[in-house]
C-alpha cells in the first residue's frame, strides 16, 4: 500500500476493490464515492490526481467501499442524488429517484401546459417519497402549488426536508396519509395535474429486480400488488374527481400494467389516453386527461 494516498491512487484502488467483488461499474462507483467525499465533480477529480488525501478523508472512504462492496446503493451511502435540476437528500428506507421519473415529470408538465400556460396551477404528487416530483414541478413551475402525500412518515420526513433545504415551503406542503384519501382529507378539487410514482411492481417480479434494488429499497415503495395496479386502482377514481376540466393525469408504471392501467383511465371517464417511452424506450408513463363536459 502506498505511503500516500492520492486521488489516483484511491480510485485506482476502489476500481479495484469493487470490480473484484462484483461490482457493475466500479470505475463509476470509485468516482461517485470519491468526489463525494472531496466534495466536488467526477471531472475535477481529474484535474488533480496527484492531491493527497488526509486522514479523515481515508477513513470515510473505507466505510463508503465496505458498504459499496455489500451492495448498498451509492444515493444511499453519499445521501444526495441529483434529479432533474435539483439536488435531493436520500437515506434508506425511501425510494430512490429514478431517470424514469424524470420523464414522467416532463410529460406531465408538457401535458399540464397546454391549458395552464402562465396561469397559477395546482397540483397533487401521489407517493411522493423523496418529494422528487414535487420539488422538481414546484422549482420549474413558479406559479405552481403543490401537495405532496405519502402514507410513509419515514418518506413525508424526509420530503419535508427537502422541501425546506430546496426553499420551497411556502408552495409545496407535506401531507402524511394514503394516497387514495389524500383529497377527501384535505378537500383539495379544481387540481390541474394529478402526478404519481406509486408502487407498481407487479410481486412476482420484486424476487427478479436487481439485488440492489431488492435487498435495500422499501418494499412499501416497489410492490404493486399481483398485476402492478393495486395503487393505481385507488388513486384513478378520487384523482379524476379531484381534478379540474381539463386536467392532467399522469403516473409512472411497469410497462407490462400499461394497456390494463389506459383501459381503466377510460372507464373511469378519462379522454386523450397515451402511454410514453423511457429513455430506454420502454412504455413507462401513463397520460391522461379529465374529459370536457359533453364530451
Same mark, same amino acid.
Given at each position: ?58 477513513? *470515510? ?8 462492496? @455489500?451492495? #448498498? %446503493? &451509492?444515493?444511499?451511502?453519499? +445521501?444526495?442524488? /441529483? ?121 412476482? *417480479? ?8 431488492? @435487498?435495500? #429499497? %422499501? &418494499?412499501?415503495?416497489?410492490? +404493486?400488488?399481483? /398485476? ?68
Amino acid at each position: 500500500m502506498p505511503d500516500v494516498w492520492t486521488v489516483r491512487a484511491i480510485l485506482d484502488w476502489i476500481e479495484g476493490y469493487l470490480r473484484e467483488h462484483g461490482d457493475a461499474n466500479p470505475r463509476l462507483s470509485a468516482q461517485w464515492l470519491v468526489s463525494d467525499v472531496l466534495d466536488c465533480s467526477r471531472i475535477q477529480l481529474y484535474t488533480d490526481l496527484d492531491r493527497p488525501l488526509t486522514a479523515s478523508e481515508r477513513d *470515510v472512504l473505507r466505510d463508503y467501499t465496505r458498504r459499496r462492496k @455489500d451492495g #448498498e %446503493p &451509492l444515493q444511499y451511502i453519499t +445521501g444526495t442524488t /441529483d434529479f432533474r435540476f435539483v439536488t435531493l437528500a436520500v437515506e434508506p428506507g425511501v425510494l430512490i429517484p429514478r431517470p424514469e421519473s424524470e420523464v414522467l415529470v416532463s410529460e406531465a408538465l408538457a401535458a399540464m401546459r397546454e391549458h395552464a400556460e402562465g396561469e397559477a396551477v395546482l397540483v397533487a404528487d401521489l407517493c411522493t417519497g423523496s418529494g422528487n416530483i414535487a420539488c422538481s414541478i414546484a422549482s420549474e413551475v413558479p406559479d405552481a402549488r403543490v401537495l405532496a402525500v405519502d402514507i410513509s412518515s419515514q418518506a413525508c420526513a424526509l420530503a419535508r426536508r427537502n422541501v425546506e433545504r430546496l426553499g420551497l415551503a411556502d408552495r409545496v406542503r407535506v401531507v402524511e396519509c394514503d394516497a387514495a384519501c389524500a383529497f377527501s382529507n384535505d378537500d383539495v378539487d379544481g387540481l390541474d395535474l394529478v402526478v404519481s410514482n406509486p408502487p407498481y411492481i407487479p410481486t412476482s *417480479v420484486i424476487e427478479a429486480l436487481d439485488a440492489e434494488v431488492r @435487498d435495500f #429499497e %422499501p &418494499l412499501l415503495a416497489l410492490d +404493486g400488488g399481483s /398485476d402492478g395496479l393495486d395503487i393505481f386502482r385507488r388513486i384513478v377514481g378520487p384523482s379524476f374527481e379531484a381534478l379540474a376540466q381539463d386536467g392532467v393525469f399522469a403516473v409512472e408504471l411497469h410497462e407490462a400494467c400499461l394497456d390494463d392501467a389506459r383501459s381503466i383511465a377510460f372507464e373511469t371517464g378519462f379522454s386523450d389516453v397515451r402511454i410514453a417511452y423511457d429513455l430506454a424506450g420502454r412504455p413507462r408513463v401513463l397520460v391522461a386527461r379529465k374529459r370536457r363536459p359533453g364530451e
